[in-house]
């Protein structure tokens, strides 16, 4: 019997499918359907009845929403990778920073390899010089910036510290599959 402020809900997959298919069509983008997963998958375990935690049905539930945030990982992963392989064909640097901060060093890495990917050969290769002269020309800019030996100032040169951080991780990653293909065509 129910306490007066208390309600129950009854969960199956099938109304948790829907629910899920719902939460993402009313998302403005990936990452809020995301995050909105996120929290639903965080409700059910939060409320889920301790004697319900080890049955099929909560094993059932869990998994369709799981299912979902998963396509949801993915799918953001895809739109980050396709949206740095153009940033580095165009060389917008802002757009190259703004993934950069927007995700985790291995969700970085990931989008990067995934972008990379869709290089040919030339265009890679052309892809990692223009990353490595710039990392250079910037380095060496901050430097002479500084006035002092072995320092950095990124502001006096008009370098962004962000547009840095973002290009010496993508460097190495260019680098690293150019060699890649160089060693193994």
């Known amino acids: 019997m129910a306490v007066e402020n208390e309600i129950a809900l009854l969960l199956t997959p099938e109304t948790v499918e829907a629910l899920c298919r719902e939460t993402i069509k009313q998302a403005r983008s990936t990452s809020h359907a995301l995050a909105a997963l996120i929290s639903l998958q965080s409700f059910i375990a939060a409320t889920a009845r301790p004697s319900d935690r080890h049955t099929g049905s909560y094993e059932a539930v869990k998994t369709v929403v799981e299912q979902h945030a998963a396509e949801m990982r993915a799918r953001i992963l895809a739109e980050n990778a396709e949206a740095l392989a153009q940033a580095i ?97």
């Open 89 to 185: 064909r165009l060389r917008n640097l802002a757009e190259i920073a703004r993934r950069h901060a927007a995700l985790s060093r291995n969700g970085f890495w990931q989008a990067v390899l995934q972008a990379i990917r869709q290089f040919g050969p030339d265009e890679l290769d052309v892809a990692a010089a223009w990353a490595n002269d710039w990392c250079r020309d910037a380095k060496a800019s901050a430097q002479a910036a500084s006035g002092f030996p072995d320092a950095l100032d990124f502001r006096k040169a008009g370098v962004s510290a962000s547009e840095y951080a973002a290009m010496s991780e993508i460097n190495v990653y260019l680098a690293e599959a150019a060699q890649g293909i160089k060693e193994n065509p």
